[in-house]
Structures are given as structure tokens and as C-alpha cells.
């Protein structure tokens, strides 16, 4: 076996890794969370997803100024390493390989899975779901460690197809909206349910990552991506920016379809009438499957990051066995023991997810959080030492770029790190224990330290 990645994807593989990985589950699975922490108020809701577009664009332009000046294995752990050395750069490896991959490629695998049940009129926590969810899992593992090229195949041609049910909501709904006149009134009819948290607008600021997050995971593929200096930075700026736009015109025409009160009552049967409601029973059925392989095409993204995870850490020897995780298969060109340690750590975490957030009695009593949304939040906090050393460090370059930016992606991520404290303060201090554990762990397992 090799120990080289090919340059195998180029500029086009890398915009649709940074919007199909973004545009997927999340923009429908989180507009009722956030109307419900609103309480139905929606300009505050659009607000949030401006607020959630400005601190993903902001982070993303300067993670793109360092993928102009640095390339090795995985992005973000380059970026940790120059920017704080080999130990720093060690630890958000870890985190990224053992909880923030793993943690949202098995709910997205479930989200997959839920959007299939509404389809099919099944339940959405039940046996079938779970059972769909694996069976994602493990055929987005195989498509990934088994045909890599294919897979990068996949998530251009399932980028363009999410973007259909977008768009075609986006316009369509905003008309019949205007028509109907439902846009206007669930403009202006404020609040329609009693708010249970204390910051409804940083509860929904936070639901809002889970929707943006996934651009970081495109940097995975620095090393496999042709004339990655140039196509990278490309990738990160303008598909951010064009997903936010997106986002916004969805959820405004999704407002035009239906009621915010429906919306907040039904959930993913809401988002399905919606379709429906726009575009018949037939026309909604067939947006709704484009709804699902939206879904999978995330799923592919992230799992695409997934089975990178422990080996960009065996390729700088650290972390266990790295000389087993760092293997590279001469006919796929695929980290093949890490994939698969990709794949177990990603079964885990949706045992984890399933019993702590679907069933009707946690298996893990207080520690039970969201694991769609604290690891998103947690990967911000570790963004902001990374940005102060590069104002510190970045001397040759300009103003705008060494403080600036950086001082306002700072800025953005203790916001995001601060309504996070608002919106799941309850979980927050059992998070860091399983957190704290998993870390110790990256410590011991570390053979570079041995």
C-alpha cells in the first residue's frame, strides 16, 4: 500500500462539497425548531438565519485566506498546527475525527432516514427508521472507501438535484404567498406561541449552525484537490455565500405555503403540505424525494470528511496506529483502515443519538445532549485561537485580511459559543464531561507523545 493521496477532484467537486455538504437535511429539519424557539415570530426567524449566513461567510473567508497560503493533508488541522503547533493541531484532529465527523454523519444518516418514513407513512423513531438509518450509513461508508471518484460524482450531481425543491420553493412559494396573502400575515402577526426559552433569538441562531455547518469538512480534500491554493479558497467564498441566499428565499417561500402555526405543529409533515400545497399532492411527492437524496447528498459529503478523520493524524504519526490509519489502498487511492474506524465511530454516535434524543426515556439520563448542534458549537471555540495567532503571525498580509476579518470571525465565534450557553445550558456541563473523557483519551492513544 501507498501512503499518497491522488489529486483527483477539482474546482467544480469543490463547490459542490461546500453547498451539497450545507444544503441538505438541515435547512429543512431546523426551520420548525426555529420557529418554535421563536414562538411563530418570523422576521426574528429570518433574522437568526441572517445572523447564523453572516458567521458561516465571515469564518469561511478566513479559513479561505489560509487555504491560500497553506496545503498538506486536512485543512483545518493545517490551519490548527501552523497557526498554534503540532499539539493544538493534534487535539482539533481528534475532535474532528472522533466527535464532530462522526456525531453529524449519524444524524444526518437518521435525518435521511426520517424523510424517507414521511414518505413512505412510517415512523420516524421507530424500528424502520433505525433500520434505514444503518443501512445509509453503511452505503454511503461503502460508496466513499470503495469508489472515491464516484462518490465525488455523486455529490455534484445530488447538489444540483437539492437545489430544485429550493428554488422552485423559494419562487413558487413566494408568489402563492402573495397571492393567498399567508406570506404577509405570517409577516406581521408577531408571535403566535408563548416563547420557552430565555433568548428565543439566540436559541434559533444556534439551531441555524446545524443548517450552515459542513463548509470546514471541504477542506478535508486539500491534498486530493487539483491546484488546491487557488480552488479552495474559490469553493469556500462563493458557496457560502450562495447558500445563505438560498436559505433565506426557502424559508421566506416556505412561509408562503403554509401557516407558521402548521409549520410548528407538524414538522416534517409541514415542510411535505407545503410542497404540496404548492404544487399538488403528485408535484409535492416528487419534490419531497428530492427533499431525501438532498439529504443523502449531505450525507455523502460528510461522510466523505468522516473516513479522512484519524487518517490526517496518522499522516503526521500521530494518534493510535498510525502506521495501520495511515495505509492507503492502491486500487480506490482511500484511507481504508480509517474509513472504517470512520464508519464504527459513526455507528456509535447514532446509538448514542438515537437513545438519547428519540426515545421517549433517555438512555443516558443527564447525559443526553444534541449532538447535532453543541459539536458544531464546540468546533467554533476552536476556530478562535486559530484566528488570534493568525492576526499574531500573518505579517505580509494586508490590514483587512490580518485583523479585520479575522477580529470579526473572532467575534462571530463567541457569539455563537455565548447563545449556545443560552440555548442548551442544561446540557452544557455533561457535554464537556463526555468531551473532557474523549480528549483524555486523544491523549493517551497518542503515539507521537509516547
Given amino acids: 500500500m501507498e501512503n499518497v493521496l491522488e489529486k483527483k477532484y477539482g474546482l467544480l467537486t469543490a463547490i459542490a462539497m461546500v453547498i451539497g455538504i450545507v444544503i441538505g437535511s438541515g435547512v429543512f429539519f431546523k426551520a420548525e425548531k426555529i420557529l418554535v424557539a421563536t414562538g411563530g415570530n418570523l422576521p426574528l426567524g429570518i433574522l437568526a438565519w441572517v ?9 469561511a473567508y478566513v479559513f479561505a485566506i489560509m487555504a491560500t497560503r497553506y496545503e498538506k493533508v486536512n485543512g483545518l488541522v493545517d490551519y490548527a498546527e501552523v497557526a498554534l503547533g503540532s499539539k493544538y493541531g493534534y ?21 435521511s432516514a426520517r424523510y424517507t418514513c414521511v414518505l413512505l407513512g412510517w415512523n420516524i423513531t421507530g424500528g424502520e427508521a433505525m433500520s434505514i438509518s444503518g443501512f445509509f450509513l ?52 408577531g408571535p403566535i406561541a408563548k416563547v420557552t426559552t430565555s433568548n428565543p433569538l439566540f436559541t434559533a441562531v444556534v439551531a441555524t449552525a446545524f443548517a450552515y455547518e459542513g463548509w470546514i469538512i471541504a477542506t478535508s480534500i ?22 445563505v441566499l438560498l436559505y433565506i428565499l426557502y424559508y421566506t417561500g416556505l412561509a408562503g405555503a403554509v401557516s407558521n402555526s402548521v409549520m410548528m405543529k407538524g414538522g416534517e409533515q409541514g415542510a411535505k403540505l407545503a410542497f404540496s400545497t404548492v404544487f399538488s399532492n403528485a408535484g409535492g411527492v416528487v419534490l419531497f424525494v428530492f427533499v431525501v437524496i438532498s439529504c443523502l447528498g449531505t450525507l455523502n459529503g460528510l461522510m466523505l470528511g468522516c473516513t479522512r478523520g484519524l487518517y490526517s493524524l496518522a499522516a503526521r504519526n500521530m494518534g493510535p496506529k498510525p502506521e495501520v490509519l495511515k495505509s492507503i489502498d492502491q486500487n480506490t487511492n482511500m484511507p481504508t483502515n480509517s474509513s472504517i474506524f470512520g464508519l464504527l465511530l459513526s455507528a456509535v454516535w447514532l446509538l448514542y443519538f438515537y437513545g438519547a434524543n428519540l ?39 494586508s490590514f483587512f485580511k490580518r485583523f ?33 473523557v474523549i480528549m483524555v483519551i486523544g491523549i493517551i492513544v497518542n503515539k507521537k507523545d509516547q
Avoid: R
Fill in 222 to 243: 486539500n491534498a486530493e484537490l487539483k491546484n488546491a491554493k487557488k480552488n479552495l479558497p474559490i469553493a469556500l467564498t462563493f458557496g457560502t455565500i450562495f447558500v
Fill in 404 to 436: 479585520f476579518m479575522p477580529a470579526l470571525a473572532v467575534l462571530a465565534c463567541i457569539f455563537m459559543v455565548v447563545a449556545a450557553c443560552y440555548a442548551h445550558s442544561k446540557e452544557i456541563p455533561y457535554y464537556l464531561i463526555i468531551f473532557a
Fill in 91 to 111: 487535539f482539533v484532529g481528534w475532535f474532528m475525527a472522533t466527535i464532530y465527523y462522526p456525531t453529524l454523519t449519524s444524524v444526518l444518516a437518521w435525518v
Fill in 138 to 189: 453503511v452505503a454511503s461508508y461503502a460508496l466513499n472507501a470503495l469508489s472515491p471518484k464516484l462518490a465525488g460524482k455523486f455529490q455534484v450531481s445530488t447538489t444540483v438535484i437539492k437545489i430544485i425543491p429550493l428554488v422552485l420553493m423559494a419562487l413558487f412559494g413566494t408568489i402563492v404567498g402573495l397571492k393567498n396573502g399567508i406570506l404577509i400575515s405570517n409577516f406581521t402577526s
Fill in 51 to 59: 445572523i447564523g449566513g453572516i458567521i458561516m461567510v465571515v469564518c
Fill in 359 to 397: 426515545v421517549p426515556v433517555s438512555w443516558f439520563g443527564p447525559f443526553s445532549f444534541d449532538s447535532s448542534e453543541l459539536p458544531i458549537v464546540t468546533i467554533y471555540a476552536m476556530y478562535i485561537p486559530i484566528f488570534v495567532m493568525m492576526m499574531a503571525k500573518e505579517k505580509s498580509l
